[in-house]
């Protein structure tokens, strides 16, 4: 994408009126550990956040409170206008309009890729046997591995079986698609061909939230990056005003631990 | 005799360095075969000589024996008096060094049928055959379909109709007359086909989250049934259970002792399914709950064909041992095969052959349970070779 292109992005403007997601005071324990505070952010449609931090600093919670794998104690979770609540045909919608990609693949080792890829149209939306799999071969192709389709997860490089995982998450056509640190369980060099699926992805308009530490994926695709540091959401911003000018010392002494590590 | 072997190069090579002995280990068993393996591993030294001919000794001089006893000096039948009476002369005689095979021939058919009607017999022989055929078509693969339900149905319903006669021109059977073979069978059968889907509920009630009471009556369920020995449940079945029901109600006793033991053996597999359950990896669950699918097909599609792959051999153990403790059932006075082979010996001609009976109903026991294990042990490499890595 060049400097430009780059621009344009930045600049087109966010209907405020209709955010993705909202999170609204969101706070979480876990027995006495105080793991979200008082966590607010709104998500606007076709906007792409990342979300960085050290560890347990409650990122992984956050968004994984978004598709509620997580349950929130207290404030309000709102995703594609419906609230997060213990309604189950509220969760099932959300569920419906929101894809995720966790850090371990977690594909299923029973089935074969294009039966990983065609469980959840066939059952939960219900379409035809042959529609599915003709949608999850786009989708391989997409990802750039259709020659894999009869094959068993375990026969496939870590690489590959998270670019599955991305394609079975699109399979069920969602609005919002999550990324829980989706190449840290990678082999340094798999994780270019996986960050390449999600930059294609970001590309093409989807709504994301992504935790991740790959910063040069942050500043590439990312309007916002928001870092989280014990629970709490202390700085957000453009990709270049947080890396180049970090207003905190938090995220300071963590992007100088990050480009250390690198 | 490997045992033996491992053992000695120990006192062998105490003095020396160790090391020269694994060089040549290492290079010995690839080179020779059998042979080489042998002289390593049994006639290394004198000691371990001396133990291989001792014990080659006794297991030539026992087989021998065990051949004599079983077929050369076997009495295979004897001659029956003008009532009808056997005439174990012949057996007596051969007593410690023959076998009696006599009263096999004499009793097989009272063995495996009791006391059912002696012209009905071919009934329960048909059934025991359909059973066998139940059996082999469910463990093909190829019928994991949805019509094998059905075969499972008409199966039993046949069976059933064969057992019970009373209409097409059979004659009717009460139960009370059934026996042998086929009474394990049925218990067995009915036993693992009705527990097994229970166990799968009560272990998915046990670690549900969002029922409590569920979960507590599963927990409940499976403790107490667990605490208590099957022969109480069979005795509660048999003498208790019938005090409670109203008058004139009557289940018959084999029924009863069937839900004694579908009950029994539920509350064991629904903890060998369990543990199946927990082992799977967490981001199971959460990647099937991602994608929208509801509990039931979260369970269906995604945990239980993982959950009970990983558990196949723990699952075949209680079924082996489910299929044996069906035996037990001769206690509250059902003819099973164990308590028909015990009738036949009530003959005052054959009481003193046990030893050619109980070999006879060990090798059928033996028979069934050895298939479950072969055929689990093909199972679990077969469905394992896919998800392999």
Redesign the interface.
């Known amino acids: 994408m060049s400097q430009s292109q780059t621009a344009e992005r930045r600049a087109r403007p966010f209907p405020p009126e209709a955010p993705a997601i909202v999170l609204d005071h969101v706070n979480k324990w876990y027995g006495t550990m105080h793991v979200l505070r008082d966590v607010s952010m709104n998500v606007a449609q076709k906007e792409r956040v990342v979300v960085c931090g050290p560890s347990g600093s409650g990122k992984s919670t956050m968004i994984r409170c978004i598709?509620r794998?997580e349950i929130h104690q207290e404030g309000r979770i709102v995703v594609d206008g419906t609230e997060l609540s213990d309604d189950l045909r509220a969760l099932?919608t959300i569920?419906?309009e929101?894809?995720?990609v966790?850090q371990?693949f977690?594909?299923?080792?029973?089935l074969t890729i294009l039966q990983n890829l065609t469980?959840?149209p066939i059952?939960?939306r219900k379409m035809p046997k042959a529609e599915a799999e003709e949608l999850a071969m786009n989708y391989l192709r997409r990802v750039k591995i259709p020659e894999q389709a009869n094959k068993?997860?375990?026969?496939l490089s870590g690489g590959q079986q998270q670019r599955v995982a991305i394609a079975?998450?699109l399979c069920?056509k969602p609005k919002i698609m999550l990324f829980d640190e989706p190449t840290s369980a990678l082999d340094p060099e798999m994780i270019k061909e996986v960050l390449d699926t999600m930059i294609e992805l970001a590309e093409s308009g989807m709504t994301m939230v992504c935790v991740t530490h790959e910063m040069g994926f942050a500043r590439r695709v990312a309007d916002r990056v928001v870092f989280m540091d014990r629970g709490e959401i202390v700085e957000s911003g453009t990709p270049e005003r947080m890396f180049e000018h970090p207003e905190t010392d938090r995220l300071k002494g963590f992007l100088s631990q990050i480009l250390r590590g690198h | 005799m490997s045992g033996t072997a491992q053992i000695d190069p120990v006192p062998a090579t105490a003095g020396a360095t160790p090391a020269p002995v694994i060089e040549e280990r290492r290079h010995a068993a690839p080179a020779g075969g059998p042979w080489a393996w042998a002289r390593l591993n049994l006639f290394g030294s004198w000691w371990s000589t001396a133990v291989t001919l001792g014990l080659g000794a006794l297991i030539v001089l026992w087989g021998v024996r065990l051949v004599e006893w079983a077929f050369i000096n076997a009495v295979w039948s004897v001659p029956y008096n003008a009532s009808g009476q056997p005439q174990t002369a012949a057996c007596q005689e051969a007593r410690g060094v023959g076998a009696c095979w006599a009263i096999i021939t004499d009793k097989y058919r009272l063995i495996l049928f009791g006391r059912y009607p002696y012209e009905e017999q071919w009934r329960p022989a048909i059934c025991i055959a359909l059973f066998i055929g139940l059996y082999v078509v469910s463990a093909m693969r190829r019928f994991w379909r949805r019509e094998l339900v059905l075969i499972w149905l008409v199966t039993l319903a046949v069976i059933g109709l064969l057992m019970w006669g009373g209409v097409l021109g059979l004659a009717f059977v009460p139960q009370d007359s059934w026996g042998g073979l086929p009474i394990t069978l049925i218990l067995a059968t009915f036993g693992l086909a009705f527990s097994f889907p229970l166990s799968i509920l009560v272990a998915l009630g046990r670690r549900s989250t969002k029922l409590p009471a569920v979960k507590l009556l599963c927990v409940l369920y499976v403790e107490l049934i667990r605490g208590v020995p099957l022969i109480s449940l069979l005795f509660m079945a048999s003498v208790m259970f019938p005090l409670f029901m109203p008058e004139g109600v009557n289940i018959d006793k084999v029924l009863r002792a069937q839900i004694a033991i579908i009950l029994f053996a539920a509350a064991y597999l629904a903890e060998v399914v369990r543990g199946g359950l927990q082992a799977l990896p967490k981001g199971q669950y959460e990647a099937a709950d991602a994608l929208g699918l509801t509990y039931w097909q979260k369970t269906g599609k995604i945990v239980l064909p993982q959950a009970l792959r990983l558990v196949i051999p723990p699952l075949v153990n209680t079924f082996i041992g489910f299929f044996k403790d069906t035996s037990l059932v001769l206690i509250i006075g059902i003819f099973d095969l164990l308590l028909s082979g015990k009738i036949a010996l009530s003959e005052p001609a054959w009481q003193s052959f046990s030893t050619e009976i109980y070999i006879v109903l060990a090798v059928i026991y033996f028979a069934f349970c050895f298939a479950m294990s072969k055929y689990s042990r093909g199972l679990e490499r077969e469905l394992g070779r896919a998800t392999r890595r």
Request: no cysteine; proline share 8%; hydrophobic share 45%.
């Open positions: 598709n794998l099932d569920r419906r929101v894809g995720m966790f371990s977690n594909l299923f080792p029973h469980l959840a059952w939960v068993y997860p375990g026969q079975r998450a069920m």
